[in-house]
Nanobody
Framework: EVQLVESGGGLVQPGGSLTLSCVASGFTFRDFPMSWVRRAPGNGLEWVAAILSNGVEKFYAEPKEGRFTISRDNAKNILYLQMNNLKTEDTAEYYC?????????????WGQGTQVTVSS
Protein backbone atom coordinates (compact mmCIF):
# COMPACT_ATOMS: atom_id res chain seq x y z
CA GLU A 1 0.00 0.00 0.00
CA VAL A 2 1.38 3.36 -1.03
CA GLN A 3 1.57 5.77 1.89
CA LEU A 4 2.77 9.36 2.04
CA VAL A 5 2.87 10.97 5.46
CA GLU A 6 3.66 14.67 5.77
CA SER A 7 4.82 16.49 8.86
CA GLY A 8 6.50 19.72 9.86
CA GLY A 9 3.70 22.20 9.38
CA GLY A 10 2.73 24.75 11.97
CA LEU A 11 2.24 28.40 12.78
CA VAL A 12 5.06 30.73 11.79
CA GLN A 13 5.45 34.48 11.58
CA PRO A 14 5.99 36.21 8.24
CA GLY A 15 9.63 35.96 7.30
CA GLY A 16 10.04 32.73 9.19
CA SER A 17 11.03 29.29 7.98
CA LEU A 18 9.69 25.77 8.07
CA THR A 19 10.83 22.44 6.72
CA LEU A 20 8.19 19.97 5.67
CA SER A 21 8.88 16.25 5.46
CA CYS A 22 7.08 13.45 3.69
CA VAL A 23 7.84 9.84 4.52
CA ALA A 24 7.02 7.48 1.69
CA SER A 25 6.34 3.76 1.85
CA GLY A 26 4.76 1.01 -0.20
CA PHE A 27 6.64 1.74 -3.41
CA THR A 28 10.19 2.14 -4.68
CA PHE A 29 10.65 5.78 -3.73
CA ARG A 30 13.91 6.26 -5.63
CA ASP A 31 12.21 5.36 -8.92
CA PHE A 32 9.65 8.17 -8.85
CA PRO A 33 9.71 11.92 -9.20
CA MET A 34 7.91 13.62 -6.31
CA SER A 35 6.06 16.88 -5.87
CA TRP A 36 4.70 19.27 -3.29
CA VAL A 37 1.26 20.70 -3.91
CA ARG A 38 -0.71 23.09 -1.72
CA ARG A 39 -4.26 24.26 -1.24
CA ALA A 40 -4.79 27.71 0.23
CA PRO A 41 -8.08 28.53 1.96
CA GLY A 42 -10.78 29.02 -0.65
CA ASN A 43 -8.45 28.13 -3.51
CA GLY A 44 -7.79 25.11 -5.64
CA LEU A 45 -4.73 22.91 -5.62
CA GLU A 46 -1.51 24.63 -6.63
CA TRP A 47 1.66 22.86 -7.62
CA VAL A 48 4.66 24.14 -5.65
CA ALA A 49 7.73 22.12 -6.57
CA ALA A 50 8.94 18.84 -8.01
CA ILE A 51 12.10 16.80 -7.91
CA LEU A 52 13.11 14.03 -10.24
CA SER A 53 14.09 10.60 -8.98
CA ASN A 54 17.83 11.36 -9.09
CA GLY A 55 17.38 14.26 -6.73
CA VAL A 56 19.32 16.59 -9.02
CA GLU A 57 16.71 18.12 -11.28
CA LYS A 58 14.26 20.35 -9.46
CA PHE A 59 11.42 22.53 -10.61
CA TYR A 60 9.59 25.33 -8.84
CA ALA A 61 6.46 27.35 -9.32
CA GLU A 62 8.35 30.51 -8.33
CA PRO A 63 12.01 29.93 -9.24
CA LYS A 64 12.96 33.60 -9.36
CA GLU A 65 12.24 34.23 -5.71
CA GLY A 66 14.00 31.05 -4.60
CA ARG A 67 12.26 30.88 -1.22
CA PHE A 68 11.50 27.15 -1.41
CA THR A 69 13.91 24.26 -1.80
CA ILE A 70 12.79 20.74 -2.54
CA SER A 71 15.05 17.82 -1.74
CA ARG A 72 14.90 14.11 -1.11
CA ASP A 73 16.74 11.35 0.70
CA ASN A 74 16.32 8.21 -1.35
CA ALA A 75 18.04 6.10 1.32
CA LYS A 76 15.44 7.11 3.90
CA ASN A 77 12.45 7.49 1.52
CA ILE A 78 11.85 11.08 2.62
CA LEU A 79 10.88 14.12 0.61
CA TYR A 80 11.52 17.61 2.00
CA LEU A 81 10.42 21.15 1.36
CA GLN A 82 12.49 23.88 2.97
CA MET A 83 10.50 27.11 3.05
CA ASN A 84 12.18 30.41 3.88
CA ASN A 85 10.95 33.99 4.12
CA LEU A 86 7.39 32.77 4.42
CA LYS A 87 4.56 35.10 3.49
CA THR A 88 0.96 35.17 4.62
CA GLU A 89 -0.06 34.00 1.17
CA ASP A 90 1.89 30.78 1.74
CA THR A 91 -0.76 29.75 4.27
CA ALA A 92 -2.12 26.47 2.96
CA GLU A 93 -2.42 22.75 3.45
CA TYR A 94 0.70 21.24 1.92
CA TYR A 95 0.62 17.81 0.33
CA CYS A 96 3.31 15.60 -1.06
CA UNK A 97 2.34 13.66 -4.14
CA UNK A 98 3.95 10.94 -6.16
CA UNK A 99 5.02 11.96 -9.62
CA UNK A 100 5.48 15.16 -11.58
CA UNK A 101 2.61 16.10 -13.85
CA UNK A 102 1.39 19.23 -15.57
CA UNK A 103 -2.18 18.36 -14.66
CA UNK A 104 -3.01 18.14 -10.95
CA UNK A 105 -5.58 15.43 -11.57
CA UNK A 106 -2.87 13.12 -12.90
CA UNK A 107 -1.26 12.63 -9.50
CA UNK A 108 -2.19 9.18 -8.25
CA UNK A 109 -1.09 9.21 -4.62
CA TRP A 110 -1.25 11.98 -2.04
CA GLY A 111 -0.46 12.37 1.60
CA GLN A 112 -2.98 13.61 4.15
CA GLY A 113 -1.43 17.06 4.22
CA THR A 114 0.23 19.27 6.80
CA GLN A 115 -1.08 22.73 7.61
CA VAL A 116 1.18 25.76 7.30
CA THR A 117 -0.13 29.00 8.74
CA VAL A 118 1.84 32.19 8.28
CA SER A 119 0.56 34.90 10.55
CA SER A 120 1.79 37.55 12.93
Amino acid sequence: EVQLVESGGGLVQPGGSLTLSCVASGFTFRDFPMSWVRRAPGNGLEWVAAILSNGVEKFYAEPKEGRFTISRDNAKNILYLQMNNLKTEDTAEYYCARGYYSVIDDYDYWGQGTQVTVSS
